[in-house]
Nanobody, 124 residues
Framework: QVHLLESGGGLVQAGGSLRLSCAAS????????VGWFRQAPGKEREFVVV????????YYADSVKGRFTVSRDNAKNTVYLQMNKLKPDDTAVYYC?????????????????WGQGTQVTVSS
């Protein structure tokens, strides 16, 4: 069992930046691919990015490419999501998720473990 905890959300003006963190409870996390998803009110959970175990492979959704950057520090069991040039459309609850099978899925059901989410609100 892997327990994930997101942090770093908040309220920011359009054009601003936030850095989200996803901290895991134990070591299996460091051998899992990790995805970030987001869900706005009334919408389906949406894929944002996935990062490989080593951190050298990443896949981004087109909507965030060039603005968001994912990274990980396996020594700290933590994955980060740096979000720049934020837009009101980025407003959502952001979730991190782990896949011990090391896939690069873009669907929520590709992931076994989830955090509780952190709210990001971007004002115009």
């Amino acid at each position: 069992q892997v327990h994930l905890l997101e942090s770093g959300g908040g309220l920011v003006q359009a054009g601003g930046s936030l850095r989200l963190s996803c901290a895991a409870s134990e070591g299996t996390f460091s051998s899992s691919t990790v995805g970030w998803f987001r869900q706005a009110p009334g919408k389906e959970r949406e894929f944002v990015v996935v990062i490989s175990v080593s951190g050298d492979i990443t896949y981004y959704a087109d909507s965030v490419k060039g603005r968001f950057t994912v990274s990980r520090d396996n020594a700290k069991n933590t994955v980060y999501l740096q979000m720049n040039k934020l837009k009101p459309d980025d407003t959502a609850v952001y979730y991190c998720a782990a896949d011990p099978s090391r896939g690069y899925g873009r669907r929520w059901y590709n992931y076994d473990y989830w955090g509780q989410g952190t709210q990001v609100t971007v004002s115009s």
